[in-house]
Each structure stands twice: as structure tokens, then as C-alpha cells.
């Protein structure tokens, strides 16, 4: 179907690929792996015709093609759909499915047109659910892209690019687009599918390619390729490494929850936090994860329950007031919210505590700086340097800085929401290491994640929620996959005895892959050295 | 892990039905209709006990407020667009004495004689000229900011901050600092109140509950003018052209999400273009009926006037994000502010007050519409 052939393409004197093959088949999910930055983004902007390469030719359905841009690309019949949702939301389904390619008569919209083409892409999909005339910012993110997959079945594309479209998506809307892109798949459309996560790749895709610092280092069936193979072809290194845990000894309590309640998620959540733990908090999206995080911390109104931080009651501390007592909150929302975009390096990092740097009411740029240099290093950030804008960084680099600021702060209690989502392989055994050195430190750590293989790898203890209600917490070696997501599913009342203890069966495939179990089992601090590449 | 889309794995709001789109277009439009209402109903019972008459909801007042709107009307017209695809016109009230004092050089250069009203043919076609040259300047002046928007990629808040300021002096300059007086002629006519709906003459008095004796002077024709029934018909046309063609659908796309849009292959920049340049014909259509109202070009009219066109949009539920806002919603906002203005002097307060209602209006009127937003969330 497609096939590309020594692409290359040099930015000043970064390679940022070299003589890549890469060959897609009629009706397969071709997985395209590798860390950030090692040129899939580029690949796919070279077949998008966003960018165009420097050496190398491509053919789709046997013809020469050479896109001279994104609008080329979608007539050709290559349609992306992009990590960020690329979607009005003010209009309605139909509009967007069809935007820019509306179907009209003397300039006027032919509405009834519309509406067939676009039930008939939906009812494809398996979606005729959908209403074409909703307006799209109502619908659910995991609808949302379904829109966008109806988007590229109505402009008739051949292959389909999807750039890290779960990286937005709760479990259950995941296991949907599967189904949608399995759809696709039979109906002889090919998908080349990029993602960071492994066992997604493990449950949806045929083939995959590994990219490994601009060039395609390998190419095999998913099924017949151990997953520990595929890990090794991306960072060259072992995956026992990737969930390295630091020794450390859980302390007193230190934040303390009682049937904490807000506006209309949490309800009633209990909970103790000890200096020295690293609590998982699993859950689906939506389920009320960070509207607890955030009314901990201050950003959200609590309507009941109490917060007290080391004995002292904080309820209804508003966040200045809680970074003084050393809680600390890392948004999952890096972009927004998480950091300031552009502002430098040094500013991000130092924004929440310029105290130390200020004399006589000036601030020391220096000093700060001297500061900001350490936390650099301590973290293994790559970046130019403290005067680099953040948005030069990768994404890991980026959450790393995020981080470094709560540090810096003094924070005692992290609560730190989704902190390696979207961040490359790389980075995020960075985390997992840093992690366990700060509670190793003394400190206590809340982790919000979606991803369970790193709760069940990294925490010491996991609690779940479903629907706003947080479960009992429990040490993570009695909790299976299966479990968590029978208690995140409401398969049963949450916190009931029922929930939680570990089912004898082994995981299910989707989830279950080699770390889980090395780390549930290997508790061992063994492997000292630096898991960062 | 149950695999595959089991039914029960499908989150619930993803059969979403598109009863709360439904809901948010009819609220958007219901809101401002619901503060006019509002205003309209206090505003003539607190004349009622203040003045002790109820003169405010004389049709003949409607009317008159009705007339007095146009200009603004106009104007929110082409805001709308603006404000929808994420862009704003600072340049609106500087383009309307450009359009007003540039129809009235044309009649006042064409006109055969010195007299102090047109006669004969050129009573037809001088004015009928400085119309079309009053749209053909605002078109122009619009373009010509579509085209610094799009081709320098600067704000339209920076382009249209200078727009305004050079298109102010420019009108000085033609008008040589002075009013451009110019005969007699149909514009004139054209926008005043002289459509006579139907004749009233209604004077009486009786005693109301909690008022006490309270007048009523309804007395005169009830009319509009010409320029009200084009202002409609206008907001008609450029509502459909908003809702169900494509170039409509285009610029709430591109206010939207202007990335998606450019990516699904829509024209911005000239789309984009195409907006001011509509913006400024409404603009400059305005011009002409600022000119026919006062029956000279008056290079200081209209100052400030892009802040109550503005206003008239956000009030009727645009969103400076882009994307929202509606027709009808613009033309109640125009309407609230003018009910306003009028209720004022009925009510005998000063022109500070005014201002400071004026003021005070806007802003709840966009705090509940913002409020009414974030309860869906």
C-alpha cells in the first residue's frame, strides 16, 4: 500500500532521519514505536507532506507520491489524525467530518447531503450513535475521535495515521477506537498506528517498525515479537531496568483525608498518606482522580470532609497557603496548566519559590539561575540551559522541569497527576527512578495514573476509584490488573471486600506484559545504576 | 479485561444525544431576548414611579428606539462575523464618520448648484452615488484590514487599533477639520422615522396599584424608518449566509479551531479577508445612515462607537474566543443598549448614569452567559 524508501531529512546539522524504510501493507495496523525524538513525528510529517525530505521516495498503492502538503496528502488519500484533537468544537458532527469538503450548491450547505455522507461514515464505524447534528464540543473526548477517524473514512483515505490517539483516552474509550481501527482494518484501510504504549501496540497492531534516534532499526510481526524485544529495539536497553525502585521505608502519616467531598466529584474519600510511601491512585478518566488532587490541594471547593497535613486541618486552604505547608500538585495538563509556555527554563522552574533569590525586594537573576543549574543536573533535564524557552524541551524534559519546580519548592507531599503521560520510555524510567529516591527521602507521594503497569511497578500501595469514590487502600502485591479494573469499572462497590483482592487468573494480554510482574515480584532493590539513557 | 466494546464499556456519554446542543443554541438565543425583556419591564414600571407615566412603552418610543438602533444594528452585523472568527474591529466607529463624511463630500461635490436641496434627476442619483461610494470606502478600508491581518500575521486588535486612528484622521482630513454640510436629499429620508406603521392617539390617565395615578401620552404616528426594514433585511441575509452556506460555516470553523480549519484545506487568509471586507461595508452602510440622520458629515461622529457594536455582540452571546455568537443575539444586544440609553432620559438621569448602566449591563450580561456556559461543564 505504501511504501517509503530511504527517507532522509537533516535539520542544520541534526539528522533527524536517516535512510528509513518503512513498508505498509493493504488492510494492517502497522505500529510505528520509538522514543520521542526519534523521528516518528517526522516520518509522518514527511508522508503528510508537511515537511518535505531530503533524500528517499515514496509510493502509495504502487504510485510515485510526493505530497507538497497536508491537503495534498488528504486528496491522495493519507489522512492524519493527530495527538491533539484537530476538531471545532463549536460546530456540529457533520460540519467537522466534513470540513472543508462540505458538499454544496451555489455556495449554500447542502445540510441532507451532509448528514447521509456522514451517518454513512459513522454507521461504518460501528457509530451510527453519534448524532451528526450534536455540536462536537459536547461529546466526550473518546467520541471526539471517533469524529475525526469518520473525518478520514469521508474523505476516502487509504491509510490512516494516528499519532498517539489514546493519550487523551480513559480504558474503555481505548478498547472503542480498536474496535473502530480494527474496523478500518478489515474494510482494507491501513492504519499506521504510533504509540508509547506497548500493550497497545500488543492488542491492535500486525506489524510494527522501531525508530531509534532517526533510523528504523527493526521490523517484525507484533505477534510473534516478545515484548521485551520490542522495549530493547527502542531504548537498547533491558527492561528490568524500567521499573527500578529505590529502598525506602514507609513513615508516619502525614496527609490525612476524611470523606473528603466536592462539588459534585470526590464523595467521601478517606485516605492516609505516610512519609515515605508512593500511593497509586488508579481510575478512569473521569472518575474523579484529579478533582482530588485538586480539592487536596486547595484548587477545588471542598463541600465536606476534612484535609489535615501532618495533624493540622487544611480544609479550604487555597494553594499559596498548602505550597507553604509542602503540598505540592503537578497537573496532568502540562500544557495549560502544568507550565508556563513561554517563559524559560528557569522561570518555570522557579516561579512558585523566588524567595530565596530576592534581596531587598530585587531578584537575583543569578543566583536563581546557579539554583536552576543544579535541579538540571540532579534531574538529567537535557536542555540548552536555564534561559531555554520550555517549549524547546521534549516533552519529557518538559515534565521533568515540572517536577524539579516541586522540588524546588520544598514540596513534602507530591501530588503528582498523570506525571508520565505523553513522555518517551526514557524519561519516564527517569520518573519511576526519581520517585522512588524522593520517597526514600522522606517524602510522600500521590500518583494519579491511567497507566497500570507503572502503579503496579513503582507504588507501594494503590487505591482506585470509580464514579468519585475512592477504594481502601491497599499494598500494591494484592492487586492484579483484573482487579483494578473490576473496581474502576464498578464491577463492585467500591471499598467492599470483595474489590480487591488479587484474582488467581493471570492478566488479561492487553494489559498484562513482562514489568508487572518483575516489579510486583521483584521487590528487590537490587540494580543500582541510573536507568536513564 | 473484557475485550472489545462490550456495551457496558462504552461510556455512557458517548451516545450522547444532542439534546444539550439543542438546548445551548436556544438559550443562546433566549438569553439576551430574556434581559431585553427584563429591561424593557423594569425599566417602564420604574418610569412609572419615578415620572409617573408610562411614555416609555409607547409604541411611538419603541419605534423611535428602533430607528435610533440602526446604526449600531448595522454595524453588529458585520461584528458578528468578526467576533465569530476570532478577530475584532476596533476600526468600526472610525470607519463609520469615514463612510458618513465621505457620502456627504460626494453629494456635497456633485450637487449641481448651491442650493439647499437637490431637484430633478440628481436627486436620484447624487445621493444614490454617495451610498454606494460610503459601502465601496468601508469594503475597501475593511479589506485593507483583512489583508494587514492576514499578510502581516499580526492581531487584529493591533491592525484595527491603527485602522481606527489613521481612518479617524483621514476623515478629518477630507472633512478639513470641519462638518460637511450638503444639500437636502433622500438619505434623509431614508432614515427617518417616516413609515407610518399606524396612527395613535392615546392620552389618558389612571391609577395603578403601588404607582398611583400614572399618565399615558401616546400620541403621534408610529413609524419607522427604511434603514430599520434594510437592517433587517440585511441581518436575514448575512444569518443565512452564516448558518447554511458554506463561507458561514467556514468563518465558525476558523474562529473555532483555525488550525483544523487550515488543515481541512479552508481558505483562512481569505476567508479571513472576506470578513473585514463584509465588516466594513456594514461599517460603511452605517456611515451613510450616521450621515442621513444628522444631514451632515460630521467628522467627530460616531466616536467610540466599535465599544457599544462590540458590546452589542458579546451582550447577544459572541464570545471573543471565537466561534459563538449569533445574528439575533447581536441585534437584541444593539437593542438592550438602546433601550437603555432611552430609558435613561426617560427616566431623567444624567448622561454619566447612562454610561456607568451602560456599563454595568455589559458586564452581567457576560458574566451570565459566561455562567451559563460553565454549568454545563
Known amino acids: 500500500m505504501l511504501r517509503m524508501t530511504g527517507i532522509s531529512k537533516a535539520f542544520g546539522s541534526t539528522r533527524a532521519l536517516i535512510e528509513v524504510d518503512l513498508d505498509v501493507r493493504p488492510g494492517e495496523v502497522h505500529a510505528l514505536v520509538g522514543e520521542n525524538g526519534a523521528g516518528k513525528s517526522t516520518l509522518m510529517k514527511v508522508l503528510s507532506g508537511a515537511l518535505q525530505a531530503d533524500a528517499g521516495r515514496m509510493r502509495l498503492e504502487g504510485k510515485a507520491y510526493a505530497p507538497r502538503g497536508p491537503l495534498d496528502a488528504r486528496a491522495a488519500g493519507v489522512a492524519m489524525i493527530y495527538q491533539e484533537l484537530s476538531l471545532a468544537p463549536d460546530l456540529s458532527v457533520e460540519e467537522n467530518v466534513l470540513l472543508g469538503v462540505e458538499p454544496t450548491a451555489f455556495g449554500f450547505v447542502r445540510r441532507h447531503h451532509m448528514r447521509r455522507q456522514v451517518e454513512e461514515a459513522l454507521r461504518l464505524l460501528h457509530h451510527g450513535d453519534i448524532r451528526p447534528g450534536a455540536r462536537v464540543g459536547d461529546l466526550s473526548i473518546g467520541a471526539q475521535q471517533l469524529v475525526e477517524v469518520a473525518r478520514a473514512l469521508a474523505a476516502k483515505a487509504r491509510v490512516v495515521v494516528m499519532d498517539e490517539p489514546t493519550s487523551s483516552l480513559s480504558q474503555a474509550d481505548t478498547e472503542v477506537l480498536f474496535e473502530v481501527i480494527r474496523t478500518l482494518r478489515d474494510s482494507g484501510v491501513s492504519v499506521i498506528y504510533i504509540s508509547h504504549f506497548l500493550e497497545e501496540v500488543r492488542a491492535v497492531a500486525d506489524r510494527f517498525t522501531v525508530l531509534r534516534d532517526g533510523r528504523a532499526v527493526g521490523t517484525g510481526v507484533v505477534a510473534s515479537t516478545p515484548t521485551a524485544e520490542i522495549i530493547h529495539l527502542m531504548v537498547g536497553r533491558e527492561l528490568a531496568e524500567m521499573y527500578h525502585r529505590t529502598p525506602h521505608e514507609i513513615g508516619e502519616p502525614v496527609l490525612d483525608l476524611s470523606s473528603l467531598t466536592g462539588r459534585k466529584i470526590p464523595r467521601n474519600a478517606d485516605l492516609v498518606l505516610c512519609r515515605g510511601e508512593v500511593l497509586g491512585i488508579a481510575g478512569l478518566i473521569g472518575s474523579g482522580r484529579t478533582e482530588l488532587a485538586r480539592a487536596v490541594f486547595g484548587l477545588d471547593e471542598v463541600v465536606s470532609g476534612r484535609v489535615r497535613v501532618d495533624g493540622v486541618s487544611t480544609t479550604g486552604w487555597k494553594p499559596p497557603r498548602m505550597l507553604k505547608r509542602g503540598v505540592g500538585y503537578l497537573s496532568e495538563d502540562r500544557k495549560t496548566e502544568g507550565l508556563a509556555e513561554n517563559l524559560t527554563v528557569l522561570d518555570n522552574l522557579t516561579l512558585s519559590r523566588l524567595k530565596p533569590y530576592v534581596s531587598f525586594g530585587l531578584l537575583s537573576r543569578s543566583r536563581a539561575r546557579e539554583a536552576a543549574g543544579r535541579w538540571i543536573r540532579r534531574l538529567g533535564i537535557r536542555t540548552l540551559g536555564p534561559d531555554q524557552p520550555i517549549t524547546g524541551l521534549s516533552g519529557g524534559n518538559q515534565q521533568k522541569v515540572a517536577l524539579a519546580r516541586l522540588l524546588h519548592q520544598e514540596a513534602d507531599v507530591l501530588l503528582l497527576d498523570e506525571p508520565t503521560r505523553g513522555i518517551d520510555v526514557g524519561s519516564k524510567a527517569d520518573i519511576y527512578t526519581l520517585i522512588g529516591e524522593l520517597a526514600a527521602n522522606n517524602k510522600a507521594i500521590l500518583w494519579i495514573s491511567s497507566y497500570l503497569p507503572e502503579l503496579l511497578g513503582v507504588c507501594d500501595t494503590l487505591a482506585v476509584m470509580h464514579r468519585g469514590c475512592l477504594s481502601e487502600k491497599r499494598p500494591v502485591s494484592e492487586w492484579t490488573p483484573d482487579a483494578i479494573m473490576h473496581v474502576a469499572t464498578g464491577g463492585d462497590t467500591v471499598g467492599s471486600e470483595a474489590a480487591a483482592p488479587a484474582q488467581p487468573e493471570p492478566a488479561a494480554p492487553a494489559a498484562g506484559h513482562a514489568p508487572q510482574g518483575n516489579a510486583i515480584d521483584g521487590r528487590d532493590p537490587s540494580a543500582d545504576e541510573e536507568a536513564g539513557p | ?377
Request: charged share 10%; net charge positive; with cysteine.
Open chain 2, 1 to 377: 479485561m473484557t475485550r472489545g466494546p462490550s456495551p457496558d464499556l462504552i461510556p455512557p456519554d458517548l451516545v450522547q444525544s444532542s439534546k444539550t446542543t439543542v438546548h445551548r443554541r436556544a438559550m443562546n438565543v433566549l438569553g439576551p431576548m430574556l434581559g431585553l425583556i427584563l429591561v424593557v419591564f423594569v425599566g417602564g414600571v420604574a418610569e412609572g414611579v419615578r415620572e409617573g407615566s408610562l411614555n416609555y412603552w409607547s409604541p411611538q418610543n419603541q419605534c423611535l428606539i428602533l430607528t435610533q438602533t440602526v446604526t449600531v444594528a448595522l454595524g453588529a452585523i458585520g461584528m458578528t462575523l468578526v467576533i465569530i472568527s476570532a478577530g475584532i474591529d476596533l476600526s468600526a466607529g472610525s470607519l463609520i464618520a469615514l463612510t458618513a463624511v465621505a457620502s456627504a463630500w460626494v453629494v456635497r461635490e456633485f450637487a449641481p448648484s448651491d442650493d439647499a436641496t437637490l431637484s430633478g434627476q440628481a436627486a436620484v442619483w447624487i445621493p444614490l452615488l454617495a451610498v454606494l461610494v460610503g459601502i465601496a470606502v468601508g469594503t475597501l478600508a475593511g479589506a485593507t484590514n483583512g489583508l494587514l491581518i492576514t499578510r502581516l500575521k499580526l492581531a487584529p486588535f493591533i491592525i484595527t487599533l491603527g485602522m481606527m486612528s489613521f481612518a479617524r484622521g483621514a476623515t478629518e482630513g477630507i472633512a478639513n477639520m470641519q462638518r460637511i454640510d450638503a444639500p437636502l436629499n433622500w438619505i434623509a429620508d431614508f432614515t427617518a422615522a417616516n413609515l407610518r406603521v399606524f396612527h395613535l392617539n392615546l392620552h389618558t390617565a389612571f391609577p395603578l396599584p403601588l404607582l398611583g395615578q400614572v399618565r399615558i401620552d401616546w400620541v403621534g404616528p408610529v413609524a419607522i424608518s427604511a434603514a430599520v426594514l434594510v437592517t433587517g433585511l440585511l441581518a436575514v441575509a448575512a444569518g443565512v449566509l452564516l448558518g447554511r452556506m458554506r463561507l458561514g460555516r467556514h468563518i465558525f470553523a476558523i474562529g473555532s479551531n483555525e488550525a483544523t480549519a487550515r488543515l481541512c484545506g479552508i481558505a483562512v487568509e481569505r476567508t479571513k479577508c472576506i470578513v473585514y471586507a463584509l465588516a466594513g461595508a456594514t461599517f460603511g452602510l452605517a456611515g451613510v445612515t450616521d450621515f442621513g440622520r444628522l444631514s451632515v458629515g460630521d467628522p467627530s461622529t460616531a466616536m467610540g462607537k466599535e465599544l457599544d457594536i462590540i458590546a452589542a455582540v458579546v451582550i447577544g452571546g459572541g464570545s471573543l474566543n471565537g466561534g459563538s455568537g449569533s445574528l439575533f443575539g447581536s441585534l437584541i444586544g444593539a437593542l438592550l443598549v438602546a433601550h437603555l440609553r432611552n430609558l435613561c432620559v426617560h427616566l431623567g438621569l444624567p448622561t454619566y448614569v447612562q454610561k456607568m448602566v451602560v456599563g454595568a449591563v455589559i458586564i452581567v450580561a457576560v458574566a451570565v452567559n459566561h455562567l451559563r456556559e460553565r454549568q454545563k461543564d
